[in-house]
């Protein structure tokens, strides 16, 4: 399995309230992503980033944002959460040994009440 | 634009029988296609990929799908299901553009009978 961890795993926090997520890989990959997951629409991503201080927008980006400081850590943030960013989010990386497939972190619950 | 059609939302079998799971893509160049698998609560993985040469590629867990680009299809397949199979599975396309994105179809939860 790839070294992929992501921090928390649960989450509960209230609207209104800033909450960051965590993606931590130790594979040294240059491509690092962050998608959420909801019933009926499958992965949508958020944002990516293609190198340290190197990100771009997804198809779902309004909301988040992120950084990238050092190639293992990718820092998915939002700035005041809501109740339609109740989700499960995950990391995914890519650029290794199989430069094209994207391999996935276990995934952060996130609850908005 | 770039999409993917699952077009099964859910699919039951029984244990032993053959499965197949359809997928269709949209992509304005040469598609790279996978196929991911979800169990419940976990993340995604990796069952198989294609990018070039035979058109019938195989997978982990005796799974094996075939690229047809006349009919913009990767279609996945079993030829004898298990009830560990019971699972959520996921299209997707990419190919060599950006950052090595992927497009997500919406899935189809396969769930395994006795």
């Known amino acids: 399995d790839a070294g992929i961890t992501q921090s928390p795993r649960h989450k509960v926090t209230e609207t209104g309230t800033p909450v960051t997520l965590r993606c931590h890989q130790t594979e040294n990959h240059r491509y690092m992503y962050w998608y959420r997951q909801d019933p009926g629409h499958g992965l949508r991503l958020i944002h990516y980033?293609?190198?340290?201080?190197?990100?771009d927008k997804g198809e779902v980006s309004d909301g988040y944002s992120v950084s990238r400081s050092k190639t293992e850590d990718f820092l998915l943030t939002l700035e005041s959460a809501t109740s339609s960013q109740t989700s499960v989010y995950f990391c995914?990386?890519?650029?290794?040994?199989?430069?094209?497939?994207?391999?996935f972190g276990p995934g952060t619950r996130l609850t908005v009440t | 634009a770039q999409s993917v059609t699952q077009p099964d939302i859910h699919i039951t079998v029984s244990e032993g029988a053959s499965l197949e799971l359809r997928c269709n893509y949209s992509y304005g160049a040469t598609p790279y296609l996978f196929w991911y698998v979800q169990s419940p609560g976990q993340g995604l993985q990796l069952l198989l990929k294609?990018?070039?040469?035979?058109?019938l590629v195989q997978g982990i867990k005796g799974f094996e799908a075939e690229f047809k680009r006349s009919q913009s299809s990767f279609n996945l397949r079993k030829p004898s299901v298990h009830w560990s199979d019971a699972a959520e599975y996921f299209c997707a396309v990419g190919g060599q553009t950006g950052a090595n994105n992927l497009f997500f179809g919406t899935g189809t939860r396969l769930t395994v009978i006795p």
């Open positions: 294609y990018f070039s040469g035979d058109t």
């Open positions: 980033s293609y190198g340290v201080k190197d990100t």
């Open positions: 995914a990386i890519s650029g290794g040994t199989g430069y094209y497939e994207q391999y």
